[in-house]
């Protein structure tokens, strides 16, 4: 899923038919807006993907593969071309907003790649990778990354995490840190501040994103059982200091 950065934009998605389904908010960034007809669909796309913080580049990633299509209009959907595609092993994708350094979370580590030219995917370098437990989270049984999310100026990193099984229960936490060189993961601390959702029946995070000026969040996370019928629910809370 993806919010654009104007907050006009929805994306989802539906990954039972490989589709990306694009909705409209009436009010920018008010979950309570979305129009519930779609304004687009595009039929093909793979998950994960994501957005170039302009909206003129989508990628998408298939299994190794990221492949990025450029887009004539921001956040248009409608007919995708590709123009690039690199090997890059990840299982989520979150670029910084000046397009030089691209994250994945995964198990209990993030990895981070720098990129010589904003957004060239084939431009990619490792850094390395930062596990949680250094930043100062220790993670429950069978609980692990499912994605990162940037604060718009880089220091505060909130990190997502959960379960897969019932055993003892369901988790599903947020984790706020900060980072003291903005978007260097390597740099991050945890602030002992987490959100458990979980309480609201969750059993599965999916990412989180901020409004541009950093003063609220939203989270999309799984509400039911997994491999049931669930409802994508989405909440917003202030960002704590």
Partial sequence: WFISN??????????????????ELGTPFDMSTINGTPNQDNFGIVTPFTFADSGNYLYTQNGSTITRYPLATPYDIG???????????????????????????????????SLSTAFDITSTSFNGTTDV???????GFDEFLR???FSPDGTKLM??????????????????????????????????VSVNTSANGTSRNYGGIFNPNGSEFITLYLNGNIGSSSINKFETFSLVP
């Fill in 6 to 23: 104007d907050g006009n934009w929805l994306f989802l998605a539906d990954v039972s038919v490989s589709r990306l389904v694009k909705y």
């Fill in 159 to 192: 990190i997502f995490a959960s379960n897969t099984t019932t055993i003892p229960s369901f988790t599903a936490r947020v984790f706020q840190c900060t980072c003291s060189t903005p978007f260097d993961v390597s740099t991050a601390t945890y602030d002992n």
């Fill in 147 to 149: 994605n990162i999310s």
């Fill in 133 to 139: 437990l250094t930043i100062g989270i220790t993670l």
């Fill in 79 to 113: 007919t995708l071309t590709s123009d690039q595609s690199a090997s890059v092993t990840s299982g989520t994708m979150e670029f910084s907003r000046d397009g030089l350094r691209l994250y994945s979370a995964g198990g209990t580590a993030i990895l981070e790649w």
